[in-house]
């Protein structure tokens, strides 16, 4: 089960990291940075890396910068919806009186939640993906392919703060013996 749920978020994670690659690129040039080539310039970010390494056009970022400006306040609400009906699961599930038919009612509502932010989230993925170029594509593929590897070494090494805590967890709780 739990290696089930890294998988989506390492992806929402990526993903949210590639969305919000942009946002330094949020303000417009003036004229005299276009004339000077600074318009552009790199910030000693990974953002900046990620935009460089693409190699987009002035008129791609600005795309982009655009279309999560637009993307921004959709998923701001459903992001407070999602935490707003996963509070309430939570809440309808471990509250002293458990009612069955209002735990299956939240969890609709959660679920609900979940769907409208995936749907803002690829909706935004699509339109980012009609940007790009086929190389750029083949490039956005290959970095996303190299993040994966390396955010898979970071949560294989023991020492990780999230294993040392699970490690600790089984120590005090150690698994109950069924026969």
Known sequence: MMRKLKT???????CTMFCLCFA???????????????AFAPAPDSRAGLVRELGLSPEQVRAVVKLNRERKPLEDAARKRFRDAQRGLNLAIYGDNVVDS???????????????????????????????????????????RQFAEERKALDQKPNKPA??????????????NRF
């Open 102 to 144: 209002d735990v299956h009612a939240k969890l609709a509502e959660f679920q609900s939640a979940q769907a409208e932010l995936a749907r803002i989230k690829f909706t935004n993925e699509l339109a980012v993906r009609k940007l790009l170029t086929p190389q750029q594509l083949v490039r956005f593929r290959e970095l996303r």
């Open 8 to 14: 989506p978020n390492l992806y929402v994670l990526f």
């Open 24 to 38: 330094a690129y949020g303000q417009e040039p003036t004229p005299e940075d276009v004339r000077q080539g600074q």
């Open 163 to 176: 294993n040392r805590a699970l490690q600790r967890l089984r120590r005090r709780n150690p698994p109950i």
